[in-house]
């Protein structure tokens, strides 16, 4: 009998000093996951997902040249955190409600929803989404794009500060 086939291929789990050394200094943005991480997962299979397909093609992008899509997308799956969440929140701090694929605020719900455990090595990050999450529940806050409607913004920033104060 054939073994099940996995939807992920298998990717190693990051070893604490990998992370911090990710972390002790700005990542080259000219360099993608794959080189920063020194580590090839390899060409989507046939019968892998889309998403699959779509994360490795990522992965071999240089971090600097990621879209906010591709960075909502990785972010999601826990890929490439160490080098990935930075730029993230300086997306978020330009644009709260900056947006991939989904939805207006969809790069900052990824971020909010991170595990406890994604946090530990990266407090300073932390701390930064907290003030972004603040300021965007400001009154001052408001979305680049006007004709938005601000009831689906208020939600989606009621929902990011919950996931991200019950991740605490």
């Not at 990542?27 to 997902?49: C, M, Q, V």
């Not at 932390?126 to 001052?140: F, N, Q, T």
């Not at 006007?146 to 920033?157: I, N």
Request: charged letters at 30%; glycine letters at 4%; hydrophobic letters at 40%.
């Amino acid at each position: 009998m054939e073994p099940p086939v996995t939807a992920r291929p298998h990717r190693p789990k990051p070893t604490p000093s990998k992370t911090k050394r990710a972390l002790r200094r700005e990542p080259n943005r000219a360099r993608s996951l794959e080189d920063l991480e020194r580590d090839d997962w390899g060409d989507p299979k046939p019968d892998d997902t889309g998403l699959v397909a779509r994360c490795l093609a990522a992965r071999r992008v240089p971090i600097g040249a990621l879209s906010i899509e591709q960075l909502r997308m990785l972010i999601g799956q826990r890929i490439g955190l160490a080098y990935l969440v930075v730029i993230a929140i300086e997306a978020v701090e330009r644009d709260p409600f900056v947006s991939g694929d989904l939805y207006p605020g969809d790069l900052l719900s990824a971020l909010s929803v991170l595990p406890r455990e994604a946090w530990t090595a990266m407090p300073e990050l932390r701390e930064r989404l907290r003030v972004a999450l603040a300021r965007a529940a400001d009154a001052d806050a408001t979305p680049t794009d006007e004709a938005l409607d601000r009831e689906p913004l208020r939600r989606t920033l009621s929902q990011c500060a919950r996931a991200f104060a019950a991740n605490a």
